[in-house]
């Protein structure tokens, strides 16, 4: 730059003039008549921020000309445009009132465009929104299923708890009529109501148990997530439910279990897997702590346990949440080892993920069976050695709940086998559980002495300050096997010398008992005697 030259404006004066750039090139003209998709096309075409906003701004202030003038015949259309840019992130609040003119029109066109710009330009702490309840308590009394429908899907999703209140009433009465659509967006509906206002949720318990007997899906699936959420809000309401909907819930599961191919509801030769999933979850909840509900369900349970197919993944989803079903509710011994089993089977999936859940929720079932998780040891030691490293980490901790006083030994053997051969991310967590499970299940010090000079040898550099602290009280306080841990502890220092724990136990010991290690002190008959070549 020549040094006469005037200095370059500052960054916001090269925004402005980009803008005012943006506002003189010959587009075309906005007006509160543009179609959406000129001013879509407008905003993609922008090639910088500053000529985005440049458009965004001058449609705004076209919009705000137009509600100021009560421009009727573009109100639907200056919303849409207000909800493509509200989406983008810019401010649109002034065009708030104007959802509910559209909201109070005749027309459903305005009446779609009006309620689709209530749930995304409002929410329930806008004060706004209590205007509205007016004209949503009409429309949910409409002829027009439709309108009923718009209602509705805007009451499900920006319901507040005054309106929970106001408007229950309608809800309610929607939930018995004939159109399915109507029932499944009202069943909806009232989960946002009863989330809001716990206290409604028993003047809906009887609906929703009368509902069960439908059979449209759709309203089925809706029903279901209904009883759920009020088990959740109220004791009486499960109460309620348990006593009138069980039979309801076991013939649906049988029905769609038993079903032929229905292309509507099925997923990869599986018959609507979703409302299998919502109807065996509701049945967790409900037979939890109850055993007479539970015991309807066992028989059904059992039923889908045995016959949905686990070599596609929205059967391994069905048996998944059967299998969390029998471990949640009051089952017999006998369908949890079916459970556990089919977890067992989980594992030996290709799957990483099915793999990882099934350890999941062997962890679980630790506490509910353990002699049926002991079964499959083997292939939970064979996921420690997996190649994914969360599903290492997960099967250690399940090993680790394994381990009592009977499989210490040859758990620990695997253990320690493994930690020679494993990846060094791997090595500090299988350290610090194979430290952990000596200390605690040591059946005589012999045995621990053994199994940490190993992991002092492996993996010295990973074990912690407290645990080798411990050997040494242990080693001092044992007068017996004193010169057998010197003696070990030479030989492991030979063989491995840049074990960093190793080496500060080793030098300590063979300062507090080098005699013993040069004369062959307190032999145990497993030892052979250290010559004097190899001292």
């Known amino acids: 730059r020549r040094r006469d030259s005037p200095p370059p404006p500052p960054q916001d004066s090269v925004e402005r003039i980009v803008e005012d750039a943006a506002m003189d090139l010959s587009l075309n003209p906005f007006s509160s008549g543009t179609r959406l998709r000129d001013m879509i096309r407008a905003i993609r075409a922008s090639k910088t921020a500053a000529e985005e906003r440049a458009v965004v701004r001058r449609e705004c202030a076209a919009i705000r000309a137009a509600i100021s003038d009560n421009d009727q015949d573009y109100r639907h259309r200056n919303m849409a445009k207000l909800m493509f840019i509200h989406m983008l992130g810019y401010p649109t609040h002034f065009g708030q009132m104007e959802c509910l003119k559209l909201i ?30 007016n004209s949503l308590k009409q429309d949910l009394n409409h002829s027009n299923q439709f309108i009923v429908g718009l209602a509705l899907c805007a009451l499900g999703n920006i319901c507040s708890a005054e309106m929970a209140r106001d408007l229950a009433p309608e809800v309610e009465r929607l939930l018995q009529t004939r159109d399915p659509n109507t029932k499944k967006k009202a069943a909806l509906c009232s989960i946002r109501i009863v989330r809001k206002v716990p206290d409604l949720a028993e003047n809906f318990m009887g609906s929703a148990a009368s509902l069960l007997k439908e059979k449209h899906h759709g309203v089925l699936i809706s029903v279901v997530q209904l009883c759920t959420e009020l088990c959740k809000a109220s004791r009486e309401a499960l109460e309620y439910l348990r006593k009138h909907s069980v039979e309801g819930l076991v013939r649906i599961l049988r029905d769609v279990s038993n079903s032929s191919y229905a292309p509507e509801y099925d997923i990869a030769g599986i018959t609507d897997p979703f409302l299998h999933i919502r109807v065996l979850r509701l049945m967790r909840t409900l037979g939890q702590g109850d055993a007479d509900c539970s015991e309807h369900v066992n028989d059904i349970l059992a039923q889908v346990a045995t016959k949905t197919e686990s070599n596609k993944n929205a059967g391994n989803a069905i048996l998944y949440e059967c299998v969390e079903t029998i471990m949640g509710i009051e089952a017999t011994s006998g369908l949890r ?23 999941n929720m062997l962890m679980k079932a630790m506490a509910v069976d353990t002699l049926a998780v002991q079964r499959h040891r083997v292939t939970i030691l064979e996921c420690v050695k997996d190649a994914d490293v969360s599903i290492r980490k997960r099967a250690l901790e399940l090993v680790y709940l394994l381990v009592n006083d009977t499989n210490v030994k040859p758990l620990t053997k695997e253990l320690v086998d493994y930690l020679e051969v494993s990846d060094d991310d ?64 030479y030989k ?21 008992y080098g005699e013993m290690l040069v004369n062959n002190i307190s032999m145990l008959d497993v030892e052979e005697p250290i010559t004097g070549n190899r001292i």
Not at 104 to 128: H, M
């Open 426 to 489: 791997f090595k500090e967590d299988l350290t610090a559980k194979i430290c952990s499970i000596v200390e605690k299940f040591s059946q005589d010090k012999l045995w621990y002495l053994d199994q940490m000079f190993k992991v002092l040898t492996l993996t010295g550099n990973f074990v912690k300050d407290d645990v080798w602290h411990a050997l040494i009280v242990l080693i001092s306080n044992a007068p017996e096997l004193q010169g057998y841990s010197v003696r070990s502890l």
């Open 337 to 359: 080892v079916l459970a556990i089993n089919i977890l067992g089977r989980f594992l030996s999936n290709r799957d990483n993920n099915i793999r990882y859940v099934a350890l």
């Open 104 to 133: 109070a029109a005749s027309g459903f066109p305005e009446k779609r465009i009006g309620y689709l710009g209530l749930t995304l330009l409002l929410d329930e702490r806008q004060e706004v929104l209590m205007l509205v309840t």
């Open 492 to 512: 492991a220092l030979q063989a491995s010398g840049t074990q960093e724990s190793l080496v500060r136990v080793a030098v300590w010991c063979i300062g507090e």
